[in-house]
């Protein structure tokens, strides 16, 4: 076998950041960005909100954990990744679901969707919806039946997309009131996805704080909203129910299962968009926005050939003839 030199180039994973923030820091900020979900989610659904978020994220740390130990590597749970799978995978649970359903859906976003592929910067979809979504084919019962919301006398689904939107006037008294009580949140759905305002306040921030890109989220929301409004669906319904918010905030801007090229982005957003309005539309499932991100995550790939991008900086000023040749021939 022919030896190799040992000036060889590696080039690492994604993610691939251009900062001098570093990966802890921005994770930190993430987990901050969650903080308005995480409270709003507790002030609808009560404790059993809070023992999900509590549980998913204890596991997904238990879990890293153990993996890096049981393979022999320094355990990386110092980057709060692991944290933030928690979060976002308990966000995305039913407030009700069993503490033992929410420990593997853990499991599986860590181990099988992260771990297995290298850890983080290495997985191909994103593990916190990879954990719901096999949650959600093996248990579809729990995970899209319904629950009781803290002093609701009535039984709500999972997500009002369940259900049918009251015919009522534009504007009229219940309209308003219909949409009043979607953009507040205080109806049956998954924990961080149903308070319009805390996400709002969370998208604002990370892009304060550059943290996300506007152009997945943003084209995912458009293409999304575009389509219900030519097929006649309600644009306001569509917008403010389910998880379209949450997931093009949160799930369509990972770092590591998302574009990096601008283009690839815009694409990326649109197809998710797309892929969303398709299966609430006609599929037998009546929240497409899990399957939308990972099947567009699975397309990723050829995505950053788009435009290819070109890491590095460019100077500032051309530099002269002199400067490059050294002086006068």
């Given at each position: 076998?022919?030896e190799?030199?040992s000036n060889?180039?590696?080039?690492?994973?994604?993610?691939?950041?251009?900062s001098?923030?570093?990966?802890?820091q921005?994770?930190?900020?993430?987990i901050v960005?969650?903080l308005?979900?995480?409270?709003?989610g507790?002030y609808?659904?009560g404790?059993?909100?809070?023992?999900t978020?509590?549980?998913s994220v204890?596991?997904c740390?238990l879990?890293?954990t153990?993996?890096?130990l049981?393979?022999?590597?320094p355990?990386s749970t110092g980057d709060?990744?692991?944290v933030?799978t928690?979060?976002?995978l308990?966000?995305t649970?039913?407030p009700?679901i069993?503490?033992?359903?929410?420990i593997l859906?853990?499991?599986?976003?860590i181990i099988?969707?992260?771990?297995f592929?290298?850890?983080i910067?290495c997985?191909?979809?994103?593990?916190?919806?990879?954990?719901?979504?096999?949650?959600?084919?093996s248990?579809?019962l729990v995970?899209g039946g319904?629950y009781?919301?803290?002093?609701?006398?009535?039984?709500s689904?999972?997500?009002?997309?369940a259900?049918v939107?009251?015919?009522?006037k534009?504007?009229s008294k219940?309209?308003l009131?219909?949409y009043?009580t979607?953009?507040t949140?205080?109806?049956?759905?998954c924990i961080g996805?149903?308070?319009?305002?805390?996400i709002?306040?969370?998208?604002?921030?990370?892009?304060a704080?550059?943290?996300i890109?506007?152009?997945a989220?943003?084209?995912?929301i458009?293409t999304?909203?575009?389509?219900?409004l030519?097929?006649g669906t309600?644009?306001l319904y569509t917008?403010?129910?389910?998880g379209?918010?949450?997931?093009?905030v949160f799930?369509?801007?990972?770092?590591?299962?998302?574009?990096?090229?601008k283009?690839?982005?815009l694409?990326f957003?649109?197809g998710?968009?797309?892929?969303t309005f398709?299966?609430?539309?006609?599929g037998?499932?009546?929240?497409?926005?899990?399957?939308s991100?990972l099947i567009?995550?699975?397309?990723v790939?050829f995505?950053?050939?788009?435009?290819?991008?070109?890491?590095g900086?460019?100077?500032k000023k051309n530099?002269?003839s002199?400067?490059?040749?050294?002086?006068k021939?």
């Amino acid at each position: 076998m022919q030896e190799t030199y040992s000036n060889e180039i590696y080039l690492s994973p994604t993610p691939h950041f251009s900062s001098k923030r570093k990966t802890k820091q921005i994770m930190l900020l993430v987990i901050v960005s969650l903080l308005p979900q995480c409270a709003a989610g507790i002030y609808h659904f009560g404790l059993s909100a809070l023992t999900t978020i509590l549980v998913s994220v204890a596991s997904c740390v238990l879990f890293e954990t153990l993996f890096c130990l049981l393979i022999k590597k320094p355990v990386s749970t110092g980057d709060f990744s692991a944290v933030i799978t928690g979060l976002l995978l308990a966000l995305t649970l039913p407030p009700t679901i069993p503490f033992w359903m929410t420990i593997l859906g853990a499991f599986f976003a860590i181990i099988v969707a992260k771990a297995f592929f290298g850890g983080i910067g290495c997985n191909v979809w994103n593990p916190a919806l990879t954990g719901r979504a096999f949650l959600v084919i093996s248990f579809p019962l729990v995970m899209g039946g319904g629950y009781v919301l803290p002093g609701a006398d009535a039984v709500s689904s999972a997500t009002p997309l369940a259900s049918v939107m009251p015919a009522a006037k534009a504007f009229s008294k219940e309209a308003l009131d219909y949409y009043w009580t979607l953009f507040t949140g205080n109806h049956a759905g998954c924990i961080g996805e149903t308070c319009i305002p805390a996400i709002v306040i969370s998208a604002v921030f990370l892009l304060a704080t550059k943290v996300i890109d506007f152009r997945a989220p943003l084209m995912m929301i458009i293409t999304c909203c575009l389509c219900s409004l030519l097929s006649g669906t309600d644009v306001l319904y569509t917008l403010m129910s389910g998880g379209l918010l949450f997931g093009a905030v949160f799930m369509a801007t990972d770092y590591t299962t998302a574009p990096v090229t601008k283009p690839g982005r815009l694409i990326f957003g649109a197809g998710c968009g797309l892929i969303t309005f398709l299966i609430r539309r006609f599929g037998g499932y009546p929240e497409g926005v899990m399957f939308s991100i990972l099947i567009m995550n699975s397309l990723v790939p050829f995505l950053n050939n788009v435009n290819q991008r070109k890491y590095g900086y460019s100077p500032k000023k051309n530099l002269s003839s002199k400067n490059i040749g050294g002086g006068k021939n």
